[in-house]
């Protein structure tokens, strides 16, 4: 006598290509890019894709991870990237005779590069009563302001 063998459903699953990861993390970056609710984003996710909201969340993992992970830049040629772009405003205004907007162009430069001099300030105490500590917080106020100043 023969066994019945027991018949097993196997689940299909469909796994989606490295593309396609790709693209859903792009689109789900782009809906938190622009404020898009959590909610909304597994709605559109569930409706679009058919995914869980488990997958949902691994991909808006994956777009926070995308984030971080662009903050992450090389100063040198970041500071190479923005003198190009400056120096090409600069040569397009200047070709167009848009003296404001080249003007503009190299006044950016010359603070990316942090060549222009600093303002003149004078310091003038003249109330000899004052503590050393009264005179200090004077001092530290004027500093400060100056710093707000170049920001």
Do not use: C
């Not at 796994?15 to 693209?23: D, F, P, Q, V």
């Not at 959590?38 to 926070?64: C, P, V």
């Not at 090409?88 to 003007?103: E, F, I, T, V």
């Amino acid at each position: 006598m023969k066994k019945k063998s027991k018949q097993t459903k196997t689940k299909e699953i469909n796994r989606s290509t490295e593309a396609e990861i790709k693209l859903r993390v792009r689109e789900i970056s782009n809906m938190l890019l622009a404020g898009g609710r959590y909610a909304d984003i597994l709605r559109y996710a569930a409706d679009k894709w058919g995914i869980s909201d488990r997958q949902t969340d691994n991909y808006i993992r994956k777009a926070h991870d995308n984030f971080a992970n662009s903050s992450i830049f090389n100063t040198d040629e970041q500071l190479g990237i923005s003198l190009i772009r400056l120096n090409d405003l600069y040569s397009k205004n200047m070709q167009l005779s848009n003296y404001a907007g080249a003007l503009a162009a190299q006044s950016a430069i010359i603070k990316l590069l942090g060549l222009s001099a600093p303002e003149e300030s004078k310091v003038h105490i003249t109330d000899e009563t004052l503590t050393d500590e009264e005179r200090y917080r004077r001092i530290m106020d004027i500093l400060d302001s100056a710093r707000e100043r170049d920001n």
